[in-house]
């Protein structure tokens, strides 16, 4: 009865693990797309809106706490995109051509906060490789915050779109049976 339950919080926990993997592949090979968001949107996509949340705010606080502190102020991020995911997922399928603007509509709240951290409270630099890009244009003679929302806006969408692709093709490996299990978790509320 309890094992519908334990086997989601087990995904869920698999999920925040993706997240902080592919944070760390980007951040150590200083890629100018962060990878952070894999965990997040698989959940999303499966689970919905609020437990889609769930491992993008895990990996933020445990990557936060451990070797990069800007992920805690970039955890609004990880909810919007959770979020946005989940609502996203549970009335269309994107899948071919649809991926795109699916990526845009995950994409462009996010960046709004995303590049309002970066700017204002970092002032342009921080630990992702996109910040030789924010500086770079900035050096050209850019005003710092239209730099940082032009650098944000392009990594973020190549980043969602990577990662949404990711996370169909991901989607498409489990087994439906694995599936099934996952998502019927505890909507019988203990009851056979």
Partial sequence: MKRPVTFRLCFLAFCAALNLVGGTIALMLRLPIYLDTLGTMLSAALFGPVLGMLPGLASGLISGFTSDIYALYYLPVQLIIGFLTGCLFSRWNPKGWRIFPAACMISLPGTVVSSAITAF????????????????????????????????????????????????????????????????????????
């Fill in 121 to 192: 409270v970092f002032g342009g630099i921080t630990s992702s490789g996109s910040t030789f890009l924010v500086q770079l244009l900035h050096g050209l003679g850019m005003n710092l915050t239209l730099s940082v929302c032009i650098v944000q806006a392009a990594t973020d969408l190549t980043d969602r779109l990577i990662v949404l692709a990711l996370t169909l093709a991901v989607l498409s490996l489990i087994p439906r049976t694995m599936r099934y299990e996952l998502q019927k978790g505890n909507s019988r509320h203990g009851s056979l």
